[in-house]
């Protein structure tokens, strides 16, 4: 007698499932839980940025206070990029809240500190650490863009007093018309 070979049995024979591929199934929870992961990346990757940020100011800021203003130009481009990628990273996070918002109700009326309260664990604890960890480093990165302000202005009237101080020693004013006071100089050479 000849044994008879069959194939090996497949897994899904047998069975009636119409379907042999099996599709994931796609839950509101699932949804909010990806939504909510894409937001923490955001918010780790917008405090990164932010520090960078910090740091160039702080450079600038020793830029300003050195009188090297090649350098400081140089600083100033770099931020650029830095600053138009933060705000990429900001309007992701504002689209996914929107998405969010279908999931949880109101929570695009919420400030990030306020997010908390509409979560579930372990959000609650991730979303409070980023947002304070966001937070700081903006709050720095505000103080030191101040600082550089105040120094910028402080040059701008240096000079503006400067260059005022060189025009009435040849006899004009501030406005840039002769002045009838004693000159140093005779103006009808």
């Known amino acids: 007698m000849q044994s008879e070979r069959r194939p090996l049995n497949t897994p899904n024979e047998g069975t009636s ?4 591929t099996a ?10 839980v ?3 992961d894409e937001i923490c990346l955001l918010l780790e990757a917008e405090a990164r940025l932010t520090q960078m940020l910090l740091e160039q100011a702080q450079s600038a800021q020793r830029h300003l206070v050195a009188d090297d203003y090649n350098a400081l130009l140089d600083t100033a481009q ?13 309007h992701q996070r504002v689209v996914l809240t929107k998405r969010l918002s279908a999931y949880i109700p109101g929570i695009q009326k919420l400030r990030l500190s306020q997010w908390a ?3 579930q664990e372990p959000y609650p604890t991730k979303v409070r650490e980023l947002h304070a960890n966001l937070q700081a480093g903006t709050a720095q990165l505000q103080r030191v863009n101040r600082q550089n302000l105040a120094l910028i202005q402080r040059s ?5 007093m400067a260059l005022g101080q060189d025009a009435a020693t040849y006899g004009m004013s501030r406005t840039g018309h002769y002045d009838d006071s004693p000159q140093l100089v005779d103006r009808k050479l």
């Open 23 to 32: 599709k994931p199934k796609v839950t509101a929870q699932g949804i909010i």
């Open 34 to 36: 990806q939504a909510l």
């Open 78 to 90: 770099e931020q650029q990029p830095r600053v138009r990628q933060l705000a990429q990273l900001e």
């Open 117 to 119: 309260d509409r979560l």
């Open 17 to 20: 499932a119409p379907n042999q």
């Open 156 to 160: 701008l009237r240096f000079a503006e």
